[in-house]
């Protein structure tokens, strides 16, 4: 009923930059956060970013002035801009919203695939 889709991951050197970006799909009435979380190999999942849908966002000590996120509520994207990419990025980025979908469907934690970013030394 309703479908994340997260693309633009891959393989990047350190310094660089990444966008990724999320769309969701299907019989969505309304959507409120939407956000970026990385899982890295051996660690628990951790938020990155997260934006309302009035534009206010928040971000992870980690990433504060290296990644923007945005989105575009007329498409039902989010994205998130990635630069000054360290070694310590790397991880699978997981798109993640909260929304209403049609029949009164509520969606608190709806999930993206996940995307993978690497990033070399």
């Known amino acids: 009923q309703v479908q994340l889709v997260e693309s633009g991951g891959g393989l990047v050197q350190a310094g660089g930059s990444l966008r990724l970006s999320c769309v969701a799909s299907?019989?969505?009435?309304?959507?409120?956060?939407m956000g970026w979380y990385r899982q890295a190999p051996g660690k628990q999942r951790e938020l990155v970013a997260v934006?309302?849908?009035?534009?206010?966002?928040n971000y992870a000590d980690s990433v504060k002035g290296r990644f923007t996120i945005s989105r575009n509520n007329a498409k039902n994207t989010v994205y998130l801009q990635m630069s000054s990419l360290k070694p310590e990025d790397t991880a699978v980025y997981y798109c993640n919203a909260d929304l209403f979908a049609s029949g009164s469907s509520y969606f608190p934690d709806a999930w993206g695939q996940g995307t993978q970013v690497t990033v070399s030394s």
């Open positions: 299907g019989s969505i009435f309304s959507i409120n956060a």
């Open positions: 934006i309302t849908r009035g534009g206010s966002t």
